[in-house]
T-cell receptor
């Protein structure tokens, strides 16, 4: 099921690079999320957007900059990352409220 | 401090038998609980959920039990099938809080042996 599509699937970047992760949902949802999964750690919520408005920033460093131009698209702009930022970045969408999150397949990010 | 914990990192079970996955939480504000399944190279897939007003919810081979007094939930899979081999995450949320924020456990890797 590809209701939530993330690109690229894999990304290797240097610490001085600028790159962006893209997420698109085809489910008609009105909330979108970025989660981070580091090795040996639970999924961590990064950002929440409800109706294109950011409603949650879970103390994420400013080198991660989200953008939600509409309810179907979500970006995560990356710049001057650190090697410890290497992780799986997962996008999800849902209806606003307590409906289950639908996840994309993630972007595996490696910072060298 | 982790508010949602899955204390068993892995579980091995024979095909046809029952798989029981456990999850504990500490935040008494959580009133909505979910289980997700994750295959390698894929995102988590929603399996089943339960509201705090219930103590059991069943969907086919999957049943989730909630014990609010113990702040414990479990997922039963019966009968287990080889295709159930995956990592299972429990998650919890507070529906009264703004934004559908879920807190996840660390996951339990299940291996179903043929």
């Amino acid at each position: 099921e590809t209701g939530v599509t993330q690109t690229p699937r894999h990304l290797v970047m240097g610490m001085t690079n600028k790159k962006s992760l893209k997420c698109e949902q085809h489910l008609g949802h009105n909330a979108m999320y970025w989660y981070k999964q580091s090795a040996k750690k639970p999924l961590e919520l990064m950002f929440v957007y409800n109706f294109k408005e950011q409603t949650e920033n879970n103390s994420v460093p400013s080198r991660f900059s989200p953008e939600c131009p509409n309810s179907s698209h979500l970006f995560l702009h990356l710049h001057t990352l650190q090697p410890e930022d290497s992780a799986l970045y997962l996008c999800a969408s849902s209806q606003v409220g307590d409906s289950p999150l639908h996840f994309g397949n993630g972007t595996r990010l490696t910072v060298t | 401090d982790q508010q949602v914990k899955q204390n068993s990192p892995s579980l091995s079970v024979q095909e046809g038998r029952i798989s029981i996955l456990n999850c504990d939480y500490t935040n008494s504000m959580f009133d909505y609980f979910l289980w997700y399944k994750k295959y390698p190279a894929e995102g988590p897939t929603f399996l089943i959920s339960i509201s705090s007003i219930k103590d059991k919810n069943e969907d086919g081979r999957f049943t989730v039990f909630l014990n609010k007094s113990a702040k414990h939930l479990s997922l039963h899979i019966v009968p287990s099938q080889p295709g159930d081999s995956a990592v299972y995450f429990c998650a919890a949320g507070d529906r009264k809080a703004a934004g559908n924020k879920l807190t996840f456990g660390g996951g339990t890797r299940v291996l179903v042996k043929p």
